[in-house]
């Protein structure tokens, strides 16, 4: 009988909502999550936000709200996303609620107790990069500035407490060659080792002047560090330090697998385990960093204006797509690249192709020769159904394997889907080697119900297995099988994985679970592949505005060139338009015009222009010619009660 399973992701900051490389994480642990339930195991599933960062707070000040309230409005906002995804998580935690200042409390008391001499006062300065929340050696930096976020780190001198964490390095390098699951993938747990065995210094634990955090033990002029912070949730969200937790965390503690991004892994590898050994806890038994998703090849960041967010994919492709190119495309130790014709090919080939249209052709045949009504075969035998038997015999021991990250050192999702898909790609094989259209033109009705029997129970088995990576698809294949009503889905374990175990149905109709994506059509201009184009938070860096002609002149020397005085939102500006062949300075004052308002300022024949007029010309580049007053038109507005100022969305 398989025992508990306490897994947790890192908690997100909250100054940013989530984009693809954090629910790449929530994904991924989901995944595992919900197979564990299936394989029976009773299962904590935690998640939450990290709030007391000074980034938070100064997203906050920026928003002028208090910055509890921020937190708050943020945890909805990052719920309704996980929700969307199809996150199952079963508690989630802010760092702001009491509970959590309780276990911190309570955890730094505790090290008081067993460990007094590990946490001391000391006077520090050093490199501290906010974005990391951490300070940083000379040796750390690149160029004088963060290796992770490329920007320049603050100096900052203070009394702080300090965590002995240089007393713990012959502990945890003896503690990570006892327990060689501990850090996975080995790649991680060489950098980890790399990293102390050259240099472990002890940690500033506590922040003075910083009104953000939770009030230290006995000193509530210091806030503790917010990773010192951070880190205690996942004994929180247990019952550490609850009034009535205590049952909980003998019951779920340690964690059996925290998930984590390679960014932080050895504040999960180095820090975690030392804090926890000093307040003689047991430690987790598993950290797992995994790899990046970049975009494009590249780091997706906000000042690089490159972040793409599961909002620009789920409404429109839905949750399932995402999660499966997720976690089809990479092996989760390594990093991995999203592009949208990958994305595309993915979903046509595997969900569209398929999955889908094995679905989709299976219930064709079943209400075309058998009325949908599916029935325990009657008919012999036959040599073409082995291999799909076989295939499905061995399926769930497979992926249990490639799903085991300590026999493994990973967690091999894009092998344990490659092994499903096995099975779809035997079903397909095995209608079109059994041929029900030919069975039906010899009349053999008993015999096309045995194939099809087999086919939709090896259909009922494909629902379950991928139920964990792709849930919603997995329900609908379930009810287009017509099973929910005599088997609900919820109920099931990976024990009905199993040959022949499909009652008698009625299948529907049925409709694609995966309807194909037809590509932006080509244009004239070109083949645009989707890479090609704008995202839409490339659009949303453009800033459009309403502005409002209240001169205009002749530049000298430049026929084309007419200068502007414009206001927007009643501040003036100056552009430079090239409209003088097509407007007359006296045709264009007093209208209301589209600018784009946040180009930097240029120089153009020497006139200074701050901006730049919306116009439409024929022929789709600069006007041709430029001589008729036609081949040309100013963007207006139809609307003037409009403000100057206004925005052009
Ligand atoms: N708040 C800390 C974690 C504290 S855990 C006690 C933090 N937050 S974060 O919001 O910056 O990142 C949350 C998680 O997302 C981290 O595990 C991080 O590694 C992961 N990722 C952030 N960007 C990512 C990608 N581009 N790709 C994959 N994971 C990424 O760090």
């Known amino acids: 009988m398989p025992g508990k399973f306490y897994i947790t992701t890192a908690i997100d900051y909250v100054n940013n909502l989530p984009h693809l490389g954090t629910a790449y994480e929530k994904i991924a642990a989901d995944a595992i999550a919900r197979f564990k339930r299936l394989d029976g195991y009773d299962v904590h599933f935690q998640m939450g936000n990290d709030e007391h960062s000074v980034n938070v707070m100064k997203e906050a000040e920026k928003l002028g709200l208090p910055v509890k309230q921020y937190c708050d409005r943020m945890r909805v906002k990052f719920e309704a996303i996980w929700k969307d995804l199809e996150i199952s998580y079963d508690d989630f935690i802010q760092t702001s609620e009491p509970r959590h200042h309780a276990a911190v409390n309570a955890f730094i008391e505790l090290i008081l107790k067993k460990s007094p001499n590990d946490i001391f006062e000391k006077e520090y300065e050093g490199w501290y990069c906010e974005s990391c929340e951490a300070f940083q050696t000379e040796k750390d930096l690149v160029d004088g500035k963060c290796p992770t976020h490329k920007t320049q780190p603050k100096w900052l001198k203070e009394k702080n407490y300090f965590f002995r964490l240089s007393s713990y390095k012959e502990r945890l390098l003896q503690h990570y060659k006892d327990n060689p699951e501990f850090i996975l993938p080995e790649i991680r747990k060489n950098e980890v080792v790399n990293f102390i065995s050259t240099e472990l210094l002890d940690i500033s634990v506590s922040r003075a002047s910083f009104p953000w955090g939770i009030p230290f033990p006995n000193d509530p002029t210091h806030v503790a560090y917010v990773w010192f912070d951070a880190l205690i949730n996942y004994l929180t969200a247990v019952g550490f330090g609850q009034k009535d937790g205590a049952e909980s965390f003998k019951k779920f503690w340690p964690a059996d697998l925290h998930i984590v991004g390679k960014d932080i892994t050895r504040f999960h590898c180095v820090i ?65 690249d999203f592009t949208w014709d990958n994305f595309i090919k993915r979903y046509n080939g595997d969900l569209a192709n398929d999955i889908g249209n094995l679905l989709n052709r299976t219930l064709g045949m079943a209400n075309k020769y058998l009325g949908g009504e599916i029935r325990q075969p009657t008919a012999p035998e036959q040599p073409e159904e082995k291999p799909l038997r076989e295939v499905v015999a061995g399926i769930l021991s497979k992926v249990r394997t490639e799903m085991d990250y300590t026999a493994q050192g990973d967690v091999d999702f894009h092998k344990a889907l490659a092994s499903i898909w096995e099975v779809v790609a035997t079903a397909d094989k095995y209608i079109d080697t059994s041929a029900p259209w030919k069975l039906s033109k010899d009349g053999k009705t008993p015999e096309i119900g045995r194939v099809l029997y087999n086919v939709v129970d090896t259909l009922r088995n494909v629902a379950l297995l991928v139920s964990p990576f792709i849930p919603a698809a997995a329900k609908k294949i379930w009810a287009q099988l017509g099973i929910e009503g005599q088997i609900a889905f919820e109920k099931q374990t990976f024990e009905n994985v199993a040959w022949g175990k499909t009652p008698d149905t009625k299948v529907t109709e049925g409709t694609p679970i995966f309807p194909r994506i037809e590509p932006p059509e080509t244009s004239k201009s070109g083949d645009k592949k989707m890479d090609e184009l704008l995202d839409i938070a490339d659009f949303a860096k453009i800033e459009l505005r ?6 205009a002149e002749k530049v000298e020397g430049a026929d084309r060139l007419l200068k502007l005085q414009v206001e927007i939102g009643g501040v003036p500006r100056q552009i430079v338009a090239g409209i003088a062949q097509h407007y007359k300075p006296e045709e264009i004052v007093g209208k209301k015009v589209v600018v784009v308002a946040n180009l930097k300022p240029a120089k153009i024949r020497g006139v200074e222009s701050n901006g730049m007029l919306l116009a439409a010309s024929a022929g789709g580049g600069s006007a041709p010619g430029g001589s008729t007053s036609e081949s040309l038109s100013i963007i207006t507005l139809d609307r003037l009660s409009l403000p100057s100022g206004a925005k052009v969305k």
Request: charged share 20%; aromatic share 12%.
């Open 272 to 336: 975690w385990p030392a804090m926890l050994m000093s307040a003689g806890l047991p430690l987790p038994k598993t950290v797992f960093g995994h790899g990046f998703v970049f975009l494009k090849g590249e780091k997706m960041s906000k000042s690089l204006g490159n972040v793409l967010t599961p909002l620009d994919i789920v409404p429109q492709f839905g949750a399932d797509a995402l999660r499966y190119y997720l976690l089809r495309e990479s092996s989760f130790g390594s990093d991995g």
């Open 546 to 551: 309403v502005a409002e002609v209240k001169q």
